[in-house]
């Protein structure tokens, strides 16, 4: 599984939109072209109405500025609402929209959109042409107002996931985890294990622990649902659970519940062999004055070498000396029993 994050919403209405409209467009001329083709059965072309709504529809039609086209359209949709002319007018209108879209003149495409929002409120390809132009221009307070009001006609998981990138890009972290929390309540993120652990890690910033705990716990159940992972997905899902568990861990320690804490290190150490994990589980021993134990792990700290390793050897030695009357004498022994215990060998304690 491989998601930064899902197709952009401008990508499945924006862009998308081009070839959605050419095809109406284009069968709007064509039956413009043979009015005897497409009009009703009154015949109304023969009308002095029709007539004058055909050409103010067919002069705005022919503006080749798309913005004052624009204008030109939203003048006669204003003032003949109940034309048959109206699906031709509005065709003209989404095909001004698809050409600044395509031309990348998003200042004239945001201009055009809003105009067809007041026009025609809530319509989602207009709304989905906003945003695509607030983004593009930096406008992301306008991008994520009409993405709240798109997600709310059309409730997808991908969109809630938009709503959330959008909120996190103007450093709304509360907005953010709120979104993506509903994101990943949809089941196509069931599986989505790396954005619950990023979610855990923003909790842990800003020291949120029990919640922090809480996205670990969903990230490991996430992991969990992932189905014949390929092997780039296998490699991702033994990262993210030893985070997790370290993570877990060492929000434990933070909260004094230092049995819960050497659990956590010891399922992380089951993933992964980490030279952190060893060190942790015995300052954690240390800390409940179970001495012997930490000292037991201190060794294997150090024989499992690492970053910790040298750490390691430097607390052993200064609780060993104090012990034994400033002396190393002995200490050999406990390195060899360290070495000796089976990799899987687990820290019996009480939990707390």
Known sequence: MKRNSKTLLFAMLGLAAAFYFRPAVSRAATEL??????????????????????EAWEKADKEADPVKR????????????????????????????????????????????????????????????????????GHNEKAIQRLTEYYD??????????????????????????????????????????????????CVEENNLPKAIEYAEAALEATDLVKDPGAETAAAIKKVRRGCYDGIGKIRMEQDRLASAVSAFEEALKVEKYSEGYYLIAVCLHKQNRIDDALLWY?????????????????????????????????????????????????RTQRN
């Open 33 to 54: 072209q043979q009015p005897e083709a497409g009009v009703q059965a009154e015949e109304p072309e023969s009308s002095p109405e029709y007539i004058e709504q055909y």
């Open 70 to 137: 624009g204008s030109m359209l939203a003048e006669f949709l204003g003032r003949y609402p109940q034309s048959t002319l109206l699906p031709h007018a509005e065709a003209s209108y989404k095909n001004a929209l698809v050409e600044c879209n395509n031309g990348q003149k998003y200042q004239e495409l945001e201009t055009l959109a809003e105009q067809w929002l007041r026009l025609r409120p809530g319509d989602l390809d207009g709304l989905g042409f906003v945003v695509k132009a607030a983004r593009e221009l």
């Open 153 to 202: 006609m059309r409730k997808t998981g991908d969109l809630a996931l938009e709503i959330a990138q959008a909120h996190k890009q103007a450093n709304n972290n509360a907005k953010y985890r709120e979104w993506m929390q509903t994101a990943i309540g949809y089941p196509e993120f069931a599986t989505d294990f790396r954005t619950r652990l990023e979610l855990m890690q923003a």
């Open 299 to 347: 060794a294997r700290t150090e024989q499992q070498g690492g970053e910790f390793a040298a750490k390691a050897k430097v607390r052993f030695e200064e609780i060993y000396r104090k012990l034994h009357n400033d002396t190393l004498i002995g200490s050999e022994k406990i390195y060899r029993k360290a070495k000796e215990l089976p990799e899987t060998v687990e820290v």
